[in-house]
Structures are given as structure tokens and as C-alpha cells.
């Protein structure tokens, strides 16, 4: 656009704030990184990266630094909440965008962004509260994996739900209406016109969900039971990385505390990872 | 344009040294009292410190941990003012002053409806380390212990570890907790559940119809009072260490911390304020 049209003097200046403030965010991201960098490289220049694997337990204090069943633990939550969460979120838009009647559907997507609305620890202390006994009924000590799983699944549902329905949105109305004059069924439409043409966005609203659900840490921490270990069952209790930095950094000194700092590393590159691949299958797709 | 990128990042680093720097310099210009020690009591006396401060405006309180020996060499190697610990004073450093400002005790809580009424120091540790797994076993219903443990790093912990002369590593844990306040929501929702927290939050709690009981110790009841006339033995002082018998702005902060003036501090951080 630059090169046909002229700029006036007041885009000059608005261009010269939008640059600053992009590179405000960018230098917000790096700095971040770089402190997290810095915070760890003090056990990093003193074990091997691969002790974070292969050391036998986590016990900071006597020097063991095993990261991984806690890596898994976070993997399995968040694998397990998007397993839950998808289906029903997906459902879900396609209920409001085509199927709702309209007096329902605006109620209903209200009800939606309220739920995206309400602060984690409020679904942890839920978790805790009542669904934990519920499921400790069955299995004790209710507090485990699976309670982690629903919770999460609760938690990243409206993300998905609102993001589908975005995607619904961005449909051109002219695909539904023709392939309605065709005469084909409404769900054949959903199914073979609709939900593929807004899959990149649907995409996109589950890696978002999927981060969401990494990042979570208060109510994961109040459900999960926080014993590091691999989980045999879902009913074992296991130690997310997030919940092991807010259990423990208060308290850390030292390798400890450096340690602490690996695991945000570690978490940070996962969801690097996780936006890499958005871009990637956004790409992939086109 | 590169070159002004370089710039404004630049000016974003140097504006986060400046106000490090800015504070430091600040400081150096009024009387300034440095702790340093365990981390235990750091907390408890930064949040005096604040109060002190608001007290009396030309003074600065630097709080810094490293445990309870660090404490005690700094304020020997005159590094720090006054030392903190979350321990009496050995036998090798009885040249040092010690006040205690508070006193911190730790109960064993199960669920209200559990009908074990007082566990001994071996079963304690049996259930904690796995040997025994049942209720029916210490004298309960037939069903299985869910043990709830303290995350690492936190000084109950340490204080439940070093009375039972636990390592960590043995104890064999259901569920492990954060603050003291997620113990007790545990406790009282999990029938099966055993757990240890601060006495003065389990027996505040217990006193508002939270479903969990307080379990006594070598015959002891587990209570406020009984740590504060140190008789219930799983308990410990909290200290403030000198070199000499201190004066001036170190024996007015001291005089503050194990004053009145505080108690609401150390009830708000769970900890018993010790006799007037």
C-alpha cells in the first residue's frame, strides 16, 4: 500500500507508534526469555541437560533434577483435556451457529463467554471441593489425573466453543446456501462443507485451548494431587511443571530455585513448539 | 530503522537497571538494618519490617534468606545486623544473643469422622512411609490412608521431617500440598486423608465447623497454648539472633517484633506469638 499511496504526515507518526509498540511487545517476549535464561544457566553449567531426564527422582534439595514425570504429567493433562473438550466444544458451536432456535442462541453464547470468563481458581476450588469426593468414591484419594483432565477440559471448553464459532462465522453465507438449495441435509452440509471449510480456525482455537491448558496452574495445582511421578492409571495423582514452579518457588534457594527456572524454560519451548505447529498446518493447509 | 530498534531496546534495558540502581542508592542514605537467615522467619519479619518502617521513616529493613546457619554466620562475620533462625542457638554458638519473636508448631489433622483419636510417633511414621496403608491398622475403619505431604521447600516440612528424623525421599506420598489452607480443604473432604499443618490455622479452622480434628502428640493436645508454654513437643521458636547485647535502632526493632504491637502479624502467617 505504502508504494501507491502517499503518506500523510499523521500516518507518519501513527506508524512510528504501531513500530514502537510492536517492538515493545517483541522486546517484552525476549527480555522474558532471556531471564529465564539467566536464571537458569547457574544448574545448567552445572549438570548435563540430560540429568533432567535421566536422574532418578526430584529432589532439588539433595541435587536430583528429574524434570520428565512432570513433563509428562503436563502432556497427558493437556492431551486429555483437548481429547474431552473438542468434541463437546465443536458441538457445541454448531448447536448456537445452526441448529439453535433464536431465541436461545444469543442466551446461549452469552453463556458461553461468561463461562471463559471465570477466574481458574474458582474451577480449582471446585475441583477440590466437589468433584474430587465425588470421585474419590471411586477411586481414592479423588485427587489425580483425571480430576486434572475435566477440570482443564472445563476450562479450555468455551475457548473452543468460541473460537469454532468464529470460524463458523468466517464461512461464507453463500457455501451454506447453496448447498441448501441443492438440497442437501443440514448436517450434511456441517459436515461436508462447513466444518471443512473453517477446519484452519478450528485448528487454531485447539492450539490455543492446548496452551491454555499448559499454562494452567492454580486450579491444576488444587486438583492434580502434585506427587511427582508417571502416572500408571487415571486415577494417580501427578505434578504438572506449572504446579511444581508455584508449589515450590517460594521456598527455593539456589540450584533449586535455578532449577524451578528450567522447568519455565522447558514449558516455554513447548509452547513455541505448539505455535510452531499452528503455523506450520496453517500453511500445510493453503 | 534498525538503528533506532537498537535504541529503544537500549533504553528499555537501561530504564530496568536504572531503577535497581535507583533503589539501592536510596538506601545507603538513612540508617539501614539488614537480616538475613532462615526462611522460615523472613517472611514473618519482612512484613514487621514494613510496619516499622511506617513507624519510623528513616530506617530501611533488608530481609534476605539462606537459611537458618547463614543466619547465624552472617551476624557472627558481622555481615548482617541481626540473624535470623528458626532454631535455639547450639551449644558452639553460645557466645550469640538469641529473642524469639514467635513460635511455630505443626499438628497431624485427620478427617473429623475418623474414629482414630491419637496416632503414636511409630505409627506416624509407618503410615508416612508406607508400612502401614490401612485405617484398620492404628485402630480405624477398614479402609486406605490417603497421605497427604508438604511440597519441598517448605519449612513444616522440614520441621515434620527433622522431628520423625524422616528424609523426603522415604516418605510415600497420595497427595502433596502447597499452603496449609489446601491441607485442611483435603482433609476435610477426603475421609481417608492424613496431613500436617501450622497448629495455629488447623486449630482456627477446626474451631469454624471445617470437618477435620487435631491429633495429639506423645499425650499432648495439639493447641495454640500448648505451643506457646512449649510443651507440645512438635514445635520450635522462631529467633532473632545479635552479636552483643543490641542497642540503638537493632534493640528497638528487636523490642518491636517480640511486642504486642505485632501479634497480628505472626496470627496472620500462622505462627503462635509467644508470652507478654
Redesign the interface.
Known amino acids: 500500500m505504502a508504494s501507491i499511496l502517499s503518506l500523510s504526515s499523521t500516518d507518519q507518526y501513527l506508524i512510528i507508534g504501531l513500530?514502537?509498540s510492536a517492538?515493545?511487545v517483541s522486546?517484552v517476549v525476549l527480555?522474558v526469555f532471556l531471564f529465564l535464561l539467566n536464571e537458569s544457566l547457574p544448574l545448567l553449567s552445572q549438570i548435563s541437560i540430560f540429568q533432567l531426564f535421566s536422574d532418578s527422582?526430584w529432589?532439588?534439595?539433595?541435587g536430583f533434577y528429574n524434570l520428565s514425570p512432570m513433563l509428562t504429567a503436563t502432556l497427558l493433562s493437556t492431551m486429555g483435556a483437548l481429547l474431552v473438550a473438542t468434541p463437546l466444544g465443536i458441538s457445541s458451536a454448531v448447536f448456537s451457529r445452526y441448529y439453535a432456535p433464536a431465541f436461545l442462541k444469543n442466551g446461549y453464547r452469552r453463556l458461553i463467554e461468561l463461562l471463559a470468563g471465570i477466574p481458574s481458581v474458582v474451577y480449582g476450588f471446585w475441583g477440590?471441593?466437589t468433584l474430587?469426593?465425588l470421585l474419590?468414591t471411586f477411586h481414592?484419594?479423588?485427587?489425580s489425573l483425571l480430576t486434572a483432565i475435566l477440570i482443564l477440559a472445563l476450562m479450555i471448553l468455551p475457548t473452543i466453543a468460541l473460537t469454532a464459532d468464529a470460524a463458523f462465522l468466517g464461512v461464507p453465507t453463500v457455501y451454506y446456501s447453496s448447498a441448501a438449495a441443492l438440497g442437501l441435509s443440514r448436517w450434511r452440509v456441517i459436515k461436508d462443507i462447513v466444518l471443512p471449510a473453517a477446519r484452519a480456525g478450528i485448528f487454531s482455537g485447539l492450539m490455543l485451548a492446548a496452551g491454555r491448558a499448559i499454562g494452567e496452574t492454580m486450579a491444576v495445582?488444587?486438583v492434580a494431587?502434585?506427587?511427582?511421578q508417571f502416572p500408571t492409571s487415571a486415577f494417580d495423582?501427578v505434578?504438572t511443571l506449572t504446579a511444581n514452579i508455584?508449589?515450590?518457588m517460594?521456598?527455593?534457594?539456589g540450584n533449586?530455585r535455578s532449577a524451578l527456572f528450567v522447568s519455565g524454560l522447558v514449558l516455554m519451548m513447548m509452547v513455541s513448539v505448539l505455535v510452531g505447529l499452528t503455523e506450520y498446518f496453517k500453511r500445510y493447509k493453503q | 530503522m534498525k538503528k533506532i530498534a537498537l535504541l529503544v531496546f537500549f533504553v528499555i534495558a537501561a530504564s530496568f537497571y536504572w531503577g535497581v540502581f535507583a533503589e539501592n542508592s536510596v538506601s545507603n542514605e538513612s540508617h539501614k538494618l539488614i537480616l538475613t537467615g532462615s526462611s522460615t522467619v523472613a517472611p514473618l519479619v519482612a512484613e514487621m519490617g514494613k510496619r516499622f518502617e511506617a513507624l519510623h521513616p528513616d530506617v530501611r529493613i533488608d530481609v534476605q534468606t539462606g537459611g537458618s546457619s547463614r543466619g547465624v554466620n552472617d551476624v557472627r562475620n558481622r555481615i548482617s545486623d541481626i540473624g535470623m533462625a528458626s532454631r535455639a542457638l547450639k551449644a558452639d554458638e553460645s557466645e550469640l544473643l538469641s529473642f524469639t519473636i514467635a513460635m511455630d508448631g505443626i499438628s497431624v489433622i485427620v478427617n473429623k469422622n475418623n474414629p482414630v483419636t491419637a496416632l503414636s510417633r511409630q505409627q506416624i511414621v509407618d503410615i508416612y512411609t508406607g508400612k502401614i496403608v490401612n485405617w484398620q491398622n492404628v485402630g480405624g475403619n477398614n479402609s486406605p490412608i490417603t497421605v497427604v505431604n508438604k511440597a519441598e521447600g517448605h519449612s513444616t516440612l522440614d520441621l515434620f521431617l527433622h522431628y520423625f528424623n524422616l528424609n523426603n525421599s522415604d516418605i510415600k506420598a497420595d497427595v502433596i500440598i502447597g499452603d496449609n489452607q489446601q491441607g485442611i480443604k483435603t482433609v476435610a473432604t477426603v475421609a481417608d486423608a492424613i496431613a500436617y499443618v501450622s497448629i495455629g490455622s488447623a486449630e482456627y479452622e477446626a474451631g469454624h465447623e471445617v470437618n477435620i480434628k487435631l491429633l495429639p502428640l506423645e499425650g499432648i493436645a495439639a493447641s495454640v497454648e500448648n505451643v506457646r508454654n512449649q510443651t507440645f513437643p512438635l514445635s520450635r521458636p522462631l529467633n532473632l539472633i545479635t552479636r552483643e547485647q543490641p542497642s540503638g535502632i537493632i534493640k528497638a526493632f528487636i523490642e518491636f517484633a517480640g511486642s504486642e504491637q505485632v501479634n497480628d502479624i505472626i496470627d496472620g502467617q500462622y505462627f503462635v506469638p509467644v508470652k507478654h
Not at chain 1, 529432589?59 to 539433595?62: A, L, T
Not at chain 1, 481414592?140 to 485427587?143: T, Y
Request: hydrophobic share 50%.
Open positions: 513500530k514502537l517492538l515493545l522486546g527480555l527422582s529432589h532439588p534439595v539433595d477440590l471441593t474430587a469426593p474419590a481414592p484419594p479423588g485427587v495445582l488444587m494431587g502434585n506427587v511427582v495423582s505434578r508455584a508449589l515450590e517460594a521456598y527455593a534457594m533449586h
